[in-house]
């Protein structure tokens, strides 16, 4: 767990939905605990929940049972108005943006601050300043339909920051973006979470998007907290089948290549610039097969696997894993992974 | 080929056809804009949902909407000679005009007041919008083309409607074309009335399709 203390809690909450068909059951029994100042991830496959979860977080939809207390509040003692008030505290971004199409980019901005009650001429100064920190200063008199989806989410991180708030919900707010927009939109909300302070809870299916920016983590599967942790120990060290599914999205077709002794080498961050699989198949003078290979740069540190199959000569196989773990690398042998 | 009283009484109903029209669209506006808000915001997926209410009115202006108006207007009489102390003439007209319309501008509300994106109302509400401010801010400027574009449709049939109080002496263009072009014969006449009201209906239109996209900034 993190040193500070928490910003959100969510204690035994459950949704359940009532359709024609019956009950749906959404979320069971969630707990989780957000700390002030971080960047947390919720990361689930579609359907898992985790919109819902989001949507309980500021109750535009009211938990069936448990509670969630926003620095230390108790959301569902608070009355309707009290709610109202709250939620000026708490942004919100969408995967659609969801701006005023009518008003322009500068009135956009203005709107919470309209709904706190900030006189006119306070709020538009205020809506030029935030305009100027997410770099669009020169869009304030254009219309939504005029920018691109990477400048709509901009705008509405904007507009979400307007109230100063102490957290920043974001609902799968880059799913809709092409990867370069999602990195340059990524690294705002990591730049205001520095500069700011201001908490963040990113929803998303991605795990690249966690990897991109998250401190911890917590996998939704099936309505139920599947994993809660720091994003490279469970990159690292995924311990449920929710988070192995998410480490490795082409697990299954892996599978198929394995016949027979492979192992899966993790790299955390010592010794990926070494050519450290060349080298050992010079040094044995054997070839391996590469299965799978998957490193990337996650918070200056490169992280990543790579899943090799070993010779068929047993001993061979224990030098070569031997040799790897010599060098500081995490070596295990898979025998049926995923 | 018309004298200079034909030409007068044209005069006189293209007036007295407008007054009835825009006089009785803004008061059946008055009852079928809250009417149409009302439907939407207690609707099961709204923002104050209240299933009950809900139905109740959609009922009552199901059955307002399924009398055919000429027969609404009959059956209004008493209720305007009440008001307005006779039931012929443009300015009693007016009172069966907006009864037979506000439930008709109330669904024209409610249409437009569904086009606009539910992620939209959501975000409003995200920043504590109470209902109330999420209908002023978001709702009815959001929906602000289409509540213009309906609301010249809803002019130009208030205007048909009281066309056909001419049957009933309720003044206008729609008085004399039934007077002389239908009593009468006078077929020349009532084709000229016609012609007005194509070409007002044609104005009214276009009023509102301009006004419309002058207001749009989705394009």
């Known amino acids: 767990m993190s040193a500070g203390t928490s910003l959100i809690k969510i204690r035994g909450l459950s949704k359940v939905f009532k359709t024609d068909a019956g009950e749906l059951n959404v979320l069971e029994d969630i707990n989780l605990d957000i700390m002030e100042g971080e960047i947390f991830g919720i990361i689930g496959m579609s359907g898992a929940g985790k919109s819902t979860l989001v949507r309980c977080l500021n109750f535009l939809e009211k938990p069936t049972k448990g509670t969630v207390y926003i620095d230390n509040q108790d959301l569902s003692c608070l009355s309707q108005k009290e709610l109202y008030k709250i939620r000026q505290s708490i942004g919100m971004i969408f995967q659609q943006f969801n701006l005023l199409m009518q008003r322009n980019v500068l009135k956009n901005v203005c709107f919470p601050l309209e709904i706190a009650g900030v006189k006119k001429k306070e709020a538009e100064a205020r809506a030029y300043e935030l305009l100027e920190l997410v770099g669009l200063s020169d869009k304030a008199k254009a219309y939504p339909s005029q920018l691109s989806g990477g400048q709509k989410q901009r705008v509405a991180i904007a507009r979400a920051l307007a109230n100063n708030p102490k957290v920043i919900l974001c609902d799968e707010a880059t799913s809709a973006l092409d990867p370069a927009t999602t990195k340059g939109v990524l690294a705002l909300l990591k730049d205001i979470n520095k500069r700011l302070g201001i908490t963040i809870v990113i929803i998303t299916h991605e795990m690249s998007v966690v990897e991109e920016v998250c401190q911890r983590v917590a996998i939704i599967d099936s309505r139920h907290i599947a994993e809660v942790g720091y994003v490279h120990d469970i990159f690292t060290k995924p311990t449920t089948d929710a988070a192995r599914r998410l480490v490795f999205p082409e697990g299954e077709r892996v599978e198929n290549f394995i016949s027979s002794r492979c192992c899966r080498i993790v790299f955390n961050g010592s010794s990926s610039f070494e050519p450290v699989i060349a080298n050992m198949v010079l040094e044995f003078r054997q070839p391996v097969n590469i299965i799978f290979a998957d490193t990337r740069n996650i918070d200056g540190k490169a992280f990543g696997q790579i899943v090799i199959q070993l010779p068929e000569d047993k001993l061979a196989g224990e030098k070569m894993m031997a040799y790897l773990r010599n060098r500081g690398l995490t070596v295990e042998e898979v025998k049926d992974f995923v | ?219």
């Open chain 2, 1 to 219: 080929m018309f004298d200079p009283a034909i030409l007068k009484m044209f005069g006189q109903g293209f007036l007295e056809s407008l007054y009835m029209t825009l006089v009785s669209s803004a008061l059946a506006y008055l009852l079928g804009l809250p009417l149409g808000i009302i439907l939407v915001v207690t609707d099961k997926d709204g923002i104050k949902p209240a299933p009950g209410l809900n139905r109740v009115l959609g009922v009552i202006i199901n059955l307002l909407r399924s009398v055919p108006f000429l027969i609404l207007a009959v059956t209004l009489i008493p209720v305007t000679r009440f008001i307005t102390g006779t039931s012929l003439g443009p300015t009693a007209t007016i009172v069966p005009l907006v009864i037979g319309a506000a439930p008709f501008i109330a669904r024209m509300v409610e249409s437009s007041l569904k086009e606009v994106d539910k992620g939209v109302i959501e975000a409003a509400q995200s920043m504590g919008a109470s209902p109330f401010e999420v209908i002023c801010k978001v709702m009815l400027p959001e929906a602000r083309p289409s509540l213009i574009l309906g609301a010249a449709i809803s002019v130009t049939t208030i205007l048909g409607y009281s066309a056909m109080t001419g049957f009933m002496g309720g003044g206008g263009l729609g008085d004399i074309a039934i007077r002389y072009g239908y009593h009468r014969y006078q077929t020349d006449i009532m084709l000229v009335t016609v012609v007005i009201l194509v070409i007002i209906v044609q104005v009214f239109q276009e009023i509102g399709i301009r006004l419309a996209r002058l207001g749009d900034k989705r394009k």
